[in-house]
């Protein structure tokens, strides 16, 4: 446990809110507001840090992982998504089974341990499709999990397949799935759903997808996308429904959120290409608000594709303790990679944004369990669950 916090705010309205943090009290709506509306983003920082520092230390999780995104063609079309096409479309592609599974071989055989596979809601795509793709990994390697498929794929699925929701999670964990990403939160809140992504479900589906994932044994992450159309309030009301979801996941299921990955919007090329996008002192408040608002999550990740590696590496004294990931490709946005699919984080880089920040970089698995290497690419990896 470290000191207690010992700062004098610039802004008087923080003092209850340090008072709150320093007891262990969880913060309400108005203390979630007050913190966006201060301008001491600092002094909020080094409240986050010391929250952070009582969680995890100096180590920052870092993980060898390889992204891939099946296909592009989606059956909805949110604004805020520059990612989709439809079929046909210029750009459209969809990957064969066994591609997507020669893929993740190759990232495992470079030293992966995490392959984090999304896609768009394709029309035409069987349900064996997925399951395939997931005992197709699992047989060429056993060691390598699986983390795939957002909420809303999940229901993409339950559809298209005329099964229950916990019906399409059974089969998909029994084919290998090992864990499901946090994406397709965005915002809990009506009127930036309606605005935004009306196509998609509402908060009530994506609440009900993890916590079935969570009843039958299946960790999960969570996503907040900021920066578009939602205002300061919406922010914290989403966050304080994720720590109220997991709260009665602690209570009642085998597993439970893993870590909130606040994502900050890049408007170029999607439909709100007209907005400006958070400035780094946003990203820095809500990477930190969100460390103080949720407590009962163990991890907050910086995930450099989207708050870039610069901010992403100063993240680390603002309530980040995880630098996601090696990531190699990822098509879903660009930012670092400028345009091309690209954009990989070599491991040295990543150890060396890590050093540089006075942190101690920390190989995990996807399970935030710490994974040593005897060779460069040979990981003693725990026994998947
Ligand atoms: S955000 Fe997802 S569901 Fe929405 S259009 Fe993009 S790929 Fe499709």
Request: overall charge neutral.
């Amino acid at each position: 446990m470290n000191a207690a916090f010992a700062y004098t705010p610039q802004d008087p309205n923080l003092l209850q809110i340090i008072e709150k943090v320093s007891a262990g009290q969880w913060l309400s709506q108005s203390d979630g507001e007050a913190l966006y509306r201060s301008a001491d983003v600092h002094g909020i920082g080094r409240l986050a840090n010391w929250v952070r520092e009582k969680l995890h230390g100096d180590k920052v999780f870092y993980n060898r992982n390889r992204h891939i995104n099946y296909t592009n063609v989606c059956a909805l079309s949110c604004k805020f998504c520059s990612f989709y096409r439809k079929r046909g479309e210029d750009g459209a592609y969809e990957m064969p089974v066994e591609q997507v599974i020669e893929v993740a071989r190759k990232a495992h055989e470079a030293g992966a341990t995490e392959v984090h596979i999304v896609g768009g809601l394709h029309p035409w795509l069987k349900f064996d499709y997925y399951t395939q793709m997931l005992s197709g990994i699992r047989a060429a390697c056993p060691a390598l999990h699986v983390k795939a498929f957002t909420a809303i794929e999940i229901i993409h699925f339950s559809r298209i397949a005329r099964l229950s929701i916990a019906e399409v999670l059974t089969r998909l964990r029994d084919a290998g799935l090992g864990s499901l990403p946090g994406g397709g939160a965005e915002i809990f809140d009506d009127r930036v759903h309606d605005e935004i992504f009306k196509g998609k479900v509402r908060e009530d589906k994506w609440f009900e997808v993890h916590r079935i994932a969570h009843a039958l044994g299946i960790y999960s992450n969570a996503t907040m996308l900021y920066g578009h159309v939602e205002g300061v309030a919406e922010r914290v009301a989403h966050l304080i429904k994720l720590r109220d979801l997991q709260a009665e996941a602690l209570q009642t299921s085998p597993a439970s959120f893993n870590a909130i990955i606040p994502l900050s919007f890049i408007p170029d090329g999607s439909e709100l290409g007209h907005l400006p996008g958070p400035t780094g002192l946003t990203d820095l408040k809500t990477l930190a608000i969100a460390r103080l608002m949720v407590p009962n999550i163990p991890h907050i990740k910086a995930f450099w594709i989207m708050q870039g590696v610069g901010l992403s590496q100063l993240a680390l004294d603002y309530g980040c303790d995880d630098l996601d990931g090696t990531v190699v490709w990822y098509d879903i946005t660009k930012r670092e990679g400028q345009g091309t699919t690209h954009q990989e984080l070599h491991v040295q880089d990543i150890k060396r944004l890590i050093r540089e920040a006075r942190r101690e970089p920390v190989e995990r698995d996807t399970l935030y369990r710490e994974i040593v290497r005897t060779t460069a690419s040979a990981a003693q990896v725990p026994a998947m669950v």
